[in-house]
């Protein structure tokens, strides 16, 4: 399971994008391939798909309680996987309290990491 995170240079944000490669079949995702990619648009609009979706903002409202970290985007997206296009899950997550056009701390880095990491492992996407 591919897991893309950047950072932004002029924000304190990150942004994390999970290419979901295998087949979902607790989400009704059996086919995670496509050629084209507007091929991907129905898996994205499934309801298997948006249920994904609504797990991952609940393990992040528990992941993240506490912390000075919140998501400020969540949706679906099409991602390129070498010569496929493939669903993602495309998140924003940002430090509440940090200064508008700074990146994020170096403390809060590796929590971005992690939670990205347990996201994976939670939903059994490894």
């Known amino acids: 399971m591919p ?3 950047s950072y932004d240079a002029g924000a304190p944000s990150a942004s994390v994008e999970i ?3 295998e087949p979902l079949s607790d989400y009704d995702l ?3 391939e496509a050629s084209i990619p507007r091929d991907v648009d129905p898996m994205l609009a499934s309801q298997g798909f948006k249920d994904l979706l609504d797990e991952v903002r609940s393990f992040f409202s528990v992941e993240l ?3 000075n970290l ?3 985007q969540l949706t679906g997206a099409i991602c390129h996987d070498k010569n496929v296009h493939r669903p993602g899950v ?4 940002r430090e ?3 200064a508008g056009n700074k990146p994020m701390s170096e403390a809060a880095r590796p929590r971005v990491t992690q939670t990205a990491a347990s996201l994976v492992k939670h939903l059994h996407l490894v």
């Open 3 to 5: 897991v893309k995170i």
């Open 19 to 21: 290419i979901i490669t």
């Open 30 to 32: 059996l086919e995670v």
């Open 65 to 67: 309680d506490g912390s």
């Open 70 to 72: 919140e998501i400020t």
């Open 90 to 93: 495309w998140l924003v997550l």
């Open 96 to 98: 509440r309290d940090a």
